[in-house]
């Protein structure tokens, strides 16, 4: 195996037991949480049942800026005060939200290769890496779509180097994979 190949898997599989174990750690905060400490009566209390799109947009927007607010909390909020018939519905329109972010980040990325903040961050910050972010961009949106790096953030870093965007498109598909395993690992530590 070639050293860049090696580089390449090493920083994969780092990055995927990261998300692992952050995620692991939040869901058995969740079945702890759920299972052993009565929430009903702070159900009362507190009301969690926003309105639909009023999560979207909060989704989106924290999507769109660095991931501010873990996604496995909109899909906890889901599926506790949702219908569990309509579960699946909302981990797809948050798939589907989040990949939109990521290509809004991509082209936020694309327009500031063409500004003088690129050229500074070019000179102070990425200067050294974009080459490397060009060659291996698909390893660094793969890896983010998948764990809990900065999605958005990735995004338009790959996009400012000029990674292509059909390329792009193609890679961050990733991002339904995670909603997909996370969304199955919550519904599966959920108590019915």
């Known amino acids: 195996m070639l050293r860049r ?40 209390k507190v009301a969690f049942d926003f309105p639909a799109f009023f999560v979207f947009l909060l989704f989106f927007m924290s999507e769109l800026i660095l991931g501010l607010i873990p996604p496995e909390l909109f899909m906890i909020w889901a599926i506790t005060s949702r219908p569990l018939s309509s579960y699946l519905f909302y981990v ?69 180097v000029g990674f292509d965007r059909k390329r792009y498109l193609l890679y961050s598909l990733a991002r339904f994979i995670r909603y997909a395993i996370y969304g199955f690992f919550i519904w599966l530590a959920h108590p019915f």
């Open 92 to 160: 797809v329109m948050f798939s589907i939200l989040s990949y939109i972010a990521g290509f809004v980040a991509f082209n936020f990325g694309k327009y500031l290769h063409h500004t003088w903040l690129y050229d500074f961050m070019k000179k102070n910050v990425i200067g050294k890496y974009e080459r490397k972010i060009s060659t291996f961009g698909w390893l660094f949106i793969v890896v983010a779509a998948i764990t809990p790096l900065p999605f958005s953030a990735t995004c338009a870093v790959v996009g400012a």
């Open 5 to 44: 190949d090696k580089v390449r898997l090493v920083f994969l599989l780092k990055n995927f037991l990261r998300g692992i174990v952050f995620f692991a750690i939040a869901l058995a905060f969740y079945k702890i949480t759920f299972s052993y400490l009565d929430l009903s009566s702070l159900k009362d």
